[in-house]
């Protein structure tokens, strides 16, 4: 009894927490992003990828528990691909906090240089960029086109407010020199979320064509444009907020522990830089993409009227993405 309370039964292919409240879908991406499905093993990958098909055809052998078919699923959703069934590049998966870490720490490093604000902003449009195509939908892609002109715009965008604003700090005769370190270490936030610009080039097909909606059997209805706009404000909006704890924390962090603690041990310095950022990361990455639902919810009086002719349902379901 305790135990089915603890676990819940298993579903094939529906996320193990309540994905109406924040903190199931806080829950659900805690468990995507999991560091440690990067270590998985092939003959561990495939034990599971067979033991979730022995459940689909009614194959199970006796004595599976649901913990494990749940831990099974985990590690197959956070590996392959859902449209393609094909695994996803190691660095480019959900659970790349660890592939981030040093980009954010490098974007954050006191004392840079026009050529090294240049070198990290590229390195982390490149890793968004990435991840972004590698876990795009493959139903409806994108063409690479439309990817590259993304890319393209958020390295353009990233860099150009960057170095502006390093420049504008270093020409300010009136700030002192700590006032001015201070400063540039939040130089990288508004470069970095001018990175929700990407977001429209490379979902734009989805605003020509529209996403699919689905009714609450699961069953498609049609195609709305009306949906599509709101997944990708959804998705900009967590584009924004994500950089934010990201971005700002670490900088106040920092000057205190400098200014209290490291005057005299500076070899200390980049360690605990680094394992600030690398916690401030780990945290606001599942709290980010948790704020709005997976399959999120719209009224069909919402959309357009073919839509409504097309099911009796009230309220239809969509794919906000990634």
């Known amino acids: 009894m305790a135990e089915s309370a603890a676990c819940p039964g298993f579903r094939l292919g529906k996320p193990r927490y309540d994905q109406s409240s924040f903190l199931g879908r806080l829950r659900h991406f805690v468990d995507i992003i999991d560091p440690s499905t990067l270590f998985v093993s092939e003959k561990k990958l495939q034990e599971c990828i067979r033991l979730l098909d022995e459940h689909k055809h009614g194959t199970l052998p006796p004595g599976v528990s649901d913990e494990q ?163 990708i404000m959804e998705t900009a909006f967590t584009r924004v907020v994500l950089p934010m704890p990201i971005f700002v924390l670490p900088p106040i962090i920092m000057s205190y522990v400098e200014l209290r603690f490291l005057q005299r041990n500076r070899r200390f310095l980049l360690p605990i830089h680094s394992l600030v950022c690398l916690i401030t990361f780990g945290l606001s990455l599942p709290v980010a993409i948790s704020l709005f639902p997976q399959m999120s919810q719209i009224e069909v009086s919402r959309l357009e009227p073919e839509i409504a002719m097309a099911t009796d349902c009230k309220v239809v379901t969509y794919n906000k993405g990634l």
């Open 69 to 231: 078919l749940w831990e099974a699923q985990k590690i197959k959703q956070a590996i392959i691909h859902p449209d393609t069934g094909e695994k996803i590049f190691m660095p480019f998966r959900m659970s790349y906090v660890p592939f981030g870490t040093p980009i954010v720490i490098g974007l954050l490093l006191p004392n840079q240089t026009v050529m090294s604000t240049i070198i990290w902003q590229w390195l982390n449009q490149s890793h968004n960029a990435c991840v972004n195509y590698a876990n795009r939908n493959a139903t409806k892609p994108t063409p690479t086109s439309k990817f590259l002109q993304g890319y393209v715009g958020a390295v353009t965008s990233a860099v150009s407010i960057a170095v502006g604003l390093n420049v504008l700090i270093e020409r300010a005769n009136k700030l002192s020199p700590a006032t001015r370190m201070i400063i540039q270490r939040f130089v990288p936030f508004p470069a970095v979320s001018a990175n929700i610009c990407n977001v429209g080039l490379m979902r734009h097909n989805e605003l020509s064509e529209g996403i699919d909606v689905l009714d609450g059997n699961g069953n498609v209805v049609g195609s709305s444009k009306i949906a599509a706009r709101h997944a």
